[in-house]
C-alpha cells in the first residue's frame, strides 16, 4: 500500500500539505474527505484518525494526524530539499521558531474572517455584526505588522533566501481570509512582495489550483451540509454571535 493523503482543500492546514506533497513530487493517494458532509465523523476515517480531523496520512499500517507533524514526516521520509526544513541548526530553529508563533497568533485570527463572512451565515442563518469584523481584523493588523518586523524584515523569505515550511504554513493561513474577500494584504507592501515571492516557488499554478475553492468561498452557500453536523455546530457558533 502506497501514501494516502486524507484532505479537504477548504482546511488550510490540508491545502499546506498537499501543495508541499505536489511540489516535492510526492506520490501519493488523494482521499477527499469533505467537511460539510460530515465525512471526517465516519467511523470508516476514525481507523485513520480517531481525533476525526483533517489532514491525515496513512502510510501502509502507519497513521499520522496533525499537519506539521506530517509535513515533517514527509520531508524526513522523502529527503526532500534542505530549504524547506533545514539541517542547520539554527535556520532550522527559526522554522520552528516561527510554527510556535503562528498558532497564538496568525491561526488565531486569520481563519476567523472567513467564519464570520461566510461560515457562520451558512451554519445559523445569522450574520455577525460588521463590529465583529472589524474586531477580528485588528487584531490580525497587530499580528501582521509582528510578522513582518520580527520575522520577515527585509528578507525574501521568513530563513532567508529561500523558501522554508514556516513560509508555506503562514502563506496558506493568510488566504483564509483572502477568500472571505478580505484585502489583508493592503497597505503592507513586504508582505505583498513576500506572497508573490511565495508563490513563485512553490509553482504559482499548483498555489491557485490548491486554493480555487477557498478564493470561491461565496459559493459555499450553495452547499448542502450534514444535518447532524449543522445540529451539533449551531449552537457553537451561535455563541460567536454574542
Given at each position: 500500500?502506497?501514501l494516502?493523503?486524507?484532505?479537504?482543500?477548504?482546511?488550510?492546514?490540508?491545502?499546506?500539505?498537499?501543495?508541499?506533497?505536489?511540489?516535492?513530487?510526492?506520490?501519493?493517494?488523494?482521499?477527499r474527505?469533505?467537511?460539510?458532509?460530515?465525512?471526517?465523523?465516519?467511523?470508516?476515517?476514525?481507523?485513520?484518525?480517531?481525533?476525526?480531523?483533517?489532514?491525515?496520512?496513512?502510510?501502509?499500517?502507519?497513521?499520522?494526524?496533525?499537519?506539521?507533524?506530517?509535513?515533517?514526516?514527509?520531508?524526513?521520509?522523502?529527503?526532500?530539499?534542505?530549504?524547506?526544513?533545514?539541517?542547520?541548526?539554527?535556520?532550522?530553529?527559526?522554522?520552528?521558531?516561527?510554527?510556535?508563533?503562528?498558532?497564538?497568533?496568525?491561526?488565531?485570527?486569520?481563519?476567523?474572517?472567513?467564519?464570520?463572512?461566510?461560515?457562520?451565515?451558512?451554519?445559523?442563518?445569522?450574520?455577525?455584526?460588521?463590529?465583529?469584523?472589524?474586531?477580528?481584523?485588528?487584531?490580525?493588523?497587530?499580528?501582521?505588522?509582528?510578522?513582518?518586523?520580527?520575522?520577515?524584515?527585509?528578507?525574501?523569505?521568513?530563513?532567508?533566501?529561500?523558501?522554508?515550511?514556516?513560509?508555506l504554513?503562514?502563506?496558506?493561513?493568510?488566504?483564509?481570509?483572502?477568500?472571505?474577500?478580505?484585502?489583508?494584504?493592503?497597505?503592507?507592501?513586504?508582505?505583498?512582495?513576500?506572497?508573490?515571492?511565495?508563490?513563485e516557488?512553490?509553482?504559482k499554478?499548483?498555489f491557485?489550483?490548491?486554493?480555487?475553492?477557498?478564493?470561491?468561498?461565496?459559493?459555499?452557500?450553495?452547499?448542502?451540509?450534514?444535518?447532524?453536523?449543522?445540529?451539533?455546530?449551531?449552537?457553537?457558533?451561535?455563541?460567536?454571535?454574542?
Amino acid at each position: 500500500m502506497g501514501l494516502e493523503l486524507y484532505l479537504d482543500l477548504l482546511s488550510q492546514h490540508c491545502r499546506t500539505v498537499y501543495i508541499f506533497a505536489k511540489k516535492n513530487n510526492i506520490p501519493f493517494e488523494f482521499k477527499r474527505v469533505e467537511l460539510f458532509k460530515g465525512q471526517h465523523c465516519r467511523e470508516e476515517f476514525g481507523k485513520v484518525n480517531i481525533l476525526k480531523k483533517v489532514p491525515a496520512l496513512k502510510d501502509g499500517v502507519f497513521t499520522l494526524a496533525e499537519s506539521t507533524a506530517i509535513l515533517l514526516y514527509l520531508s524526513r521520509k522523502y529527503n526532500t530539499p534542505d530549504h524547506w526544513y533545514p539541517s542547520d541548526i539554527q535556520k532550522r530553529a527559526r522554522v520552528d521558531e516561527y510554527l510556535s508563533w503562528h498558532h497564538t497568533n496568525i491561526r488565531t485570527n486569520a481563519p476567523k474572517t472567513l467564519w464570520i463572512k461566510v461560515l457562520i451565515p451558512l451554519f445559523t442563518g445569522q450574520k455577525l455584526p460588521p463590529e465583529k469584523l472589524q474586531e477580528v481584523m485588528d487584531e490580525l493588523a497587530i499580528s501582521l505588522k509582528q510578522f513582518e518586523e520580527k520575522f520577515l524584515q527585509d528578507k525574501p523569505f521568513i530563513v532567508g533566501s529561500e523558501i522554508s515550511l514556516a513560509d508555506l504554513v503562514a502563506i496558506v493561513e493568510l488566504m483564509q481570509p483572502v477568500g472571505a474577500d478580505c484585502n489583508i494584504f493592503e497597505g503592507w507592501p513586504k508582505l505583498v512582495a513576500w506572497r508573490s515571492q511565495v508563490e513563485e516557488a512553490v509553482r504559482k499554478e499548483l498555489f491557485q489550483g490548491a486554493h480555487e475553492r477557498i478564493l470561491n468561498a461565496q459559493d459555499l452557500r450553495k452547499v448542502q451540509i450534514d444535518p447532524q453536523m449543522k445540529k451539533e455546530m449551531k449552537p457553537l457558533l451561535l455563541k460567536m454571535l454574542k
